[in-house]
């Protein structure tokens, strides 16, 4: 098999789309469609034939708009579902960008800080003056002067932001911004996707709470949303509730799970409550019409989204 990369254009398709779109209403002219005729004053004695042709063509020009309709949709889906599943994995990416940037932060800080306190700290050690005769006196724990010492962290980074334009066909812009507490703890992180005014956007909102519980809300780009809810009792077990809405805020779909592994650092196990559950992958969807058995990312810390 030759080694290839596939790339898909999303912007090809949302303006293949809105030219298909285009040309359904230009066939939608009203006499194309059958809605009026010619009378003799318009044509004289060509109306007749003139209209006879129109009542014949009502037909194929209905059933070719209703093509165009179907085909419409099938490239705007086609583009928005690629874009869906790239997205949610770029989010993830950002994400985890962001807090590696913060995590490298705080080392600096923690050791810019613990060196300035050894500079401000002093202990008693033994010298000898030019006679050789010991005596105390007083050194700091760390030269404050030295060329080696820890440089200051800088500002504390509050997110990640990516953009690519390439040749101007793969535009992207991602951006998180995180918010943290007086203790450096993470707890909000605000994530967007989207193709920098295609019409294309993908975003995440995640709030955190203790015990490795979160709500993160997902609003897709089709305008439909996904509020995935998780509550850990701090001894690694919770429930989570996914509820699905369309673009419209109706609700879709519900499901609930227990868990187990929502300590720090473990992969939490969710059971569907449902006992006739399809859903294996713990994403609130049937598995039969979930190609992709991920289609809704969450930053959660501990997720398995």
């Known amino acids: 098999m030759p080694d290839f990369d596939v790339a898909i254009d999303y912007e090809l398709l949302r303006q293949l789309a809105a030219d298909t779109e285009r040309l359904k209403d230009q066939l939608g ?13 318009d044509l004289g004695g060509a109306y007749g034939a003139a209209n006879y ?20 949709a ?10 869906e599943t790239d997205a949610s994995y770029a989010a993830q990416a950002n994400v985890q960008a962001a807090g590696w940037y913060h995590s490298a932060w705080e080392m600096k800080k923690e050791a810019y800080d613990s060196w300035k306190w050894m500079t401000e700290q002093e202990m008693l050690v033994h ?79 995640t709030d955190h709470w203790d015990d ?13 949303t996904t509020v995935i809810e998780v509550h850990g009792d701090g001894k690694g077990n ?30 939490p196990k969710w059971t569907n409550n449902d006992p006739d559950a399809t859903d294996t992958d713990g994403d609130g969807k049937n ?14 810390a501990g997720s398995t989204y």
């Open 238 to 267: 919770g429930t989570k509730n996914v509820t699905n809405t369309d673009k419209d805020g109706k609700t879709v779909d519900k499901s609930s799970y227990s868990g187990t592994g929502l300590k720090e650092g473990q992969d």
């Open 287 to 300: 598995d039969k019409n979930d190609s992709d058995g991920a289609q809704n990312s969450n930053t959660g």
């Open 127 to 205: 010298g000898w003056d030019e006679n050789g005769n010991p005596y105390l006196k007083k050194q700091k724990l760390a030269d404050p002067n030295d060329p080696n010492a820890p440089k200051p962290p800088g500002y504390e980074p509050t997110g990640y932001e990516y953009t690519h334009d390439g040749d101007g066909t793969d535009k992207v812009h991602n951006s998180t911004q995180n918010t943290y507490d007086s203790d450096g703890k993470l707890k909000a992180t605000d994530t967007t996707i989207d193709d920098m005014g295609g019409g294309l956007s993908y975003h995440e909102h």
């Open 53 to 72: 042709f129109l009542f014949q063509w009502t037909g194929p020009w209905e059933n070719a708009r209703k093509l165009l309709e179907s085909l419409g």
């Open 74 to 83: 099938t490239y705007k889906g086609a583009a928005e579902k690629w874009f």
């Open 212 to 224: 490795n519980s979160y709500t993160t809300t997902v609003t897709h780009t089709d305008g439909s």
């Open 29 to 41: 002219d009203s006499r194309l469609m059958g809605h009026a005729f010619y009378n003799k004053g």
